[in-house]
């Protein structure tokens, strides 16, 4: 694992941290490494995986990802 030192934060986020660290029951380190990791998840933003999430945090229902089917082809020969 790596480490990463933030300078220069401001002390409204730094107690804004501290604040959201408790409500979670994290410490500040873990709270801001899972801030991280959520804002740089590659996982798209599509409102169905969005649901997923939503439902696997509520109660650990799985939502089916929709099955993706490769876009047709146009015909652009005859447009003019």
């Keep these: ?3 990463l030192l933030i300078r220069n934060l401001a002390p409204r986020d730094k107690n804004a941290l501290r604040a959201r ?3 979670n029951g ?3 380190q873990a709270e801001a490494r899972a801030i991280l ?3 740089l998840r590659s996982e798209s933003r599509e409102w ?3 649901l997923r999430s939503a439902a696997q945090a509520v109660d650990g ?3 089916e ?3 993706r089917h490769p876009a047709r082809s146009l ?3 005859d447009w003019q």
Excluded: Y
């Design 26 to 28: 994290r410490s500040q």
């Design 1 to 3: 694992m790596s480490d």
């Design 48 to 50: 169905t995986s969005l």
């Design 75 to 77: 015909d652009t020969k």
């Design 21 to 23: 660290a408790a409500r």
């Design 37 to 39: 990791e959520n804002a």
């Design 65 to 67: 990802q929709p099955q």
């Design 61 to 63: 229902i799985e939502v």
